[in-house]
């Protein structure tokens, strides 16, 4: 089905002219000084955390990173927070509020004097400097971020007493005329108009991270003051009317509306604000999903991903079921079914078809916006229920293609992030995206990496381990400082030390699905008895004091992840890492491993280290790690090629066969080992060898030459 061109390909023509186009606080159990290591921030108010919330986040103010790669990318991301002129993220809004710009110009991109998106990227920008004050206490941030909101503010009251045309209501903020709500009232479509609620949520999200993580009291009224005209405008309209409009590609994106509407009703209590957050039920969209019909397939990924976060926050809110199921079941759809290795989804923007990951691979694949969103719904998902897998995922995203997302080199003008992360052979990545949605978001991710590292019971009892970061995490209500050590994302002992507090607690590490060559838990030297199943979190109970301390050990191993609808297409991981070979040809290069294996059965026999941490040798090429970011082209995907049953340098000369789920005599063989002799081998390849004539896929002679060639091997090291 043809699409209307996406919004990159509009930023790239660009490039040659210009667009025309009332509970209780969270977290407030008791009141405890934060120890004076700690940066000092006041007045920050969290969203009242409800009461389906099993496991609730800490402050963003409460983890601070340590030494790391995680840290440097962050250091990159702050440099240009501190950097960029406020007046040119302002001038968009005062030109449309009929103020002076102070002769600052737009960033650029979509974020022009005429471009149809205009303001998103202020919003964006509000969010990044309210992360960055939050993890950081400085000062300048502050300051800087004050008067953004202060400048808004002035905006919002010209538009309401000059504004052309006047706004419907007072509480009117963007940085265009109300005219493209108006515009999509009447079912006008993209280009003509973009993406009106999108930004106005990209707005409001701004004001109230500047309100919850900075204190910034202004925000909250200003973001309330939008949400009374929010639902002045759609309280009115019939449902289907808005049902219409939600269904209009890209014109009716309107990115988290329900959820931040929700959160500032937890905020003022105001019902008008959780009316509003209804008025965005994509109600087909919904209740397929609500009844786990998947109707994905051409639609357009981040237009929707981030429409789930606000049904699961209106569960929160309203008890409705549907809102949740929808959430989980969704998350299902995409999270797995439709994910490329480096946790991406999308290709052009668009949901393909079920399954379909080798067949879509392209340049045009894993919108960043995407996975930014999917995160965020499998966080929120995880305070619901605690499913291990959405934590797997979780790492999977941030490790592989968030992280992997900006550019490793400075620059106090340009975020330097991607946009699309594309994923056939021979593909790179572009940086930049000044002004785009991708660019937006970009800004955020790389300024809230310890947002999931941690979480906590609703109780208090409970810390869960969910990332293995180098981070300390400060607990005020229980006394609890708490340091990681780690090197991730490249291998070796994690440590997390008890440096302030004592008491009852019980802790519990994730262990990741990965995890298969083992993980060992010591606490002050003494190994824990406790089972460790991949996949799931492992429990430790105690008295903690100072000078505890916890270490894990979780043996990176090499391993293949299969395409869901090529099985030969295959990515090659070292533990969670996405491993990349550099190339520059634009085909598939074909990789054969079990030729080399031993009684082991380990992609350590075929990929050797190249002598740098996290990076490999195979068939003459470097595997790196995808989180290092630069603009070579790479392979992460490769086709695998094991024609012939062989075993070493002995040749049966039989085809190597795939049974009806695409594996293949050596696929399921190799998947039993390590095999403990060669007595235990032969056994197994004899054992399957039955099976294979059993099922017509070997002929009695070819059975037996196949038994030989493995009685005859030498698969010693």
Avoid at 421 to 435: F, I, L
Wanted: net charge positive; charged share 20%.
């Amino acid at each position: 089905m043809s699409q209307p061109p996406t919004r990159r390909r509009l930023l790239k023509l660009a490039a040659a002219a210009p667009l025309v186009a009332t509970s209780r606080p969270a977290y407030a159990d008791a009141t405890v000084q934060v120890p004076p290591t700690a940066p000092v921030r006041t007045g920050a108010t969290a969203v009242p955390a409800p009461p389906t919330w099993a496991v609730r986040p800490f402050p963003l103010a409460q983890v601070t990173l340590g030494d790391g790669v995680f840290r440097r990318k962050r250091d990159l991301m702050l440099d240009y927070a501190r950097a960029y002129p406020a007046d040119r993220i302002l001038a968009v809004f005062r030109a449309n509020a009929g103020l002076d710009t102070r002769g600052a110009q737009p960033p650029g991109g979509w974020e022009t004097s005429d471009g149809n998106l205009r303001g998103h990227y202020g919003g964006h920008f509000l969010t990044l400097i309210a992360q960055a004050y939050a993890d950081t206490g400085e000062a300048a941030l502050k300051t800087k971020l004050d008067y953004l909101v202060g400048a808004l503010g002035e905006c919002q009251r010209a538009l309401a007493e000059h504004g052309s045309p006047k706004p419907s209501h007072p509480g009117f903020l963007a940085a265009y005329p109300e005219t493209q709500f108006i515009l999509l009232e009447s079912y006008t479509t993209y280009p003509t108009i973009w993406a009106p609620y999108y930004t106005c949520h990209k707005i409001m999200r701004g004001l109230l991270d500047a309100h919850t993580l900075a204190g910034n009291a202004q925000a909250l009224t200003i973001a309330s003051d939008m949400g009374d005209w929010v639902h002045s405008r759609l309280g009115r309209l019939p449902k289907a009317q808005l049902e219409r409009m939600w269904s209009i590609y890209i014109a009716g994106e309107y990115g988290g509306m329900n959820e931040v509407l929700a959160d500032l009703h937890a905020l003022t209590g105001r019902e008008e604000h959780l009316a509003a957050a209804r008025c965005f039920d994509n109600t087909a969209l919904l209740e397929a999903c609500a009844e786990k019909r998947d109707i994905l397939e051409g639609r357009h990924a981040n237009q929707h991903i981030p429409q789930f976060t606000g049904y699961l926050r209106l569960f929160d809110t309203t008890g409705e079921e549907k809102y949740a199921d929808a959430a989980h079941n969704f998350w299902g759809m995409v999270a797995g079914p439709r994910t490329y290795s480096l946790g991406g989804t999308g290709q052009g923007e668009m949901f393909r078809a079920r399954g379909a990951v080798a067949a879509t691979l392209d340049d045009n694949n894993a919108e960043t916006c995407a996975t930014y969103n999917m995160l965020k719904l499998s966080r929120q998902l995880f305070f619901h229920r605690q499913d291990p897998a959405c934590m797997d995922y979780y790492e999977r995203g941030l490790t592989n293609h968030i992280l992997a997302s900006r550019r490793d080199a400075p620059s106090t003008t340009s975020p330097e992030v991607t946009y699309f992360v594309g994923m056939r052979p021979g593909a790179r990545r572009e940086y930049d995206n000044t002004g785009t949605c991708c660019g937006g978001t970009g800004m955020e991710n790389h300024t809230k990496y310890q947002d999931s590292v941690y979480f906590r019971s609703a109780d208090g009892n409970a810390l869960y381990v969910n990332l293995y970061l180098a981070s300390t995490l400060r607990w005020p209500e229980r006394g609890f400082v708490i340091e990681q050590t780690s090197a991730y994302p490249a291998e070796g002992v994690r440590t997390l030390t008890i440096r302030e507090g004592r008491g009852s607690l019980d802790v519990r590490l994730r262990v990741p699905s990965w995890a298969t060559g083992g993980f060992t838990v010591t606490v002050n030297g003494v190994r824990q008895r406790a089972e460790a199943v991949p996949g799931s979190y492992l429990t430790l109970s105690r008295n903690w004091k100072r000078g505890d301390r916890i270490r894990v050990s979780a043996p990176y191993r090499l391993r293949i992840e299969r395409a869901l609808d090529d099985p030969t297409v295959q990515s090659v991981f070292y533990g969670p890492v996405l491993l990349v070979a550099g190339s520059q040809e634009r085909q598939f290069r074909t990789f054969s491993f079990y030729k080399d294996f031993t009684l082991r059965g380990d992609l350590a026999d075929s990929i050797r280290p190249e002598g740098r941490p996290l990076h490999f040798t195979t068939h003459g090429l470097t595997l790196a790690p995808f989180h290092k970011a630069d603009d070579s082209r790479y392979h992460a995907y490769f086709k695998r090629s094991e024609p012939v049953v062989v075993f070493g340098t002995s040749d049966s000369g039989v085809p190597n066969r795939a049974r009806g789920d695409g594996l293949t005599f050596l696929d399921v063989l190799w998947a039993r080992a390590p095999f403990a002799t060669f007595g235990d081998f032969v056994r197994a390849v004899r054992d399957l060898a039955d099976g294979w004539l059993s099922e017509g896929r070997f002929t009695r002679t070819e059975r037996d030459r196949v038994v030989t060639a493995a009685g005859r091997a030498d698969l010693r090291p």
